[in-house]
């Protein structure tokens, strides 16, 4: 049994995917020349079953955390943590209770402000706030 979030789920299969990109310089003689390596995100394909009574309901709540890009956590043989970028069902025969499904995870990294607090100096002074004007040049008139 493994879950996204608090949604159980029944997984047959994890594909962990791990990859860098790698900048190349051509030469004249030889190999080409490596000189930058740059770690890429990394995604999951998973598949297996959503099955029971609250199956309908399970799809749906993954439906709506991929549609609004909310980060997810998942927990099987592998950890991860990103965001549902593709989700399919397949609703067959064969299954009575439920559905089969595929599903791929990216990592995601998220960006936070910086915030500025405006302080005082030691000696009681107070530091001029922050602008956004720019470098102002003097008019001679």
């Given amino acids: 049994m493994a879950t996204i979030n608090d949604y159980k789920i029944m997984v047959e299969s994890e594909d962990p995917s791990y990859d860098i990109e790698v900048t190349e310089q051509p030469i004249e003689d ?11 995100a990394r995604t999951m394909n998973i598949s297996g079953f959503i099955l029971g009574e609250e199956a309908a309901q399970t799809r749906e709540g993954l439906l709506s955390l991929m549609k609004y890009g909310s980060i997810v956590n998942y927990q099987g043989r592998n950890t991860f943590v990103g965001i549902l970028t593709s989700f399919r069902s397949s ?3 064969q ?47």
């Fill in 91 to 93: 609703h067959t025969h």
């Fill in 30 to 40: 030889g190999l080409d020349l490596m000189d930058h390596v740059r770690t890429k």
């Fill in 95 to 141: 299954i009575g209770n439920g559905m089969s499904f595929s599903a791929s995870l990216k990592e995601v990294r998220t960006a936070t402000a910086s915030v500025i607090r405006e302080k005082s100096l030691e000696d009681g002074s107070e530091i001029n706030p922050v602008s956004d004007l720019g470098r102002q040049d003097s008019v001679d008139k």
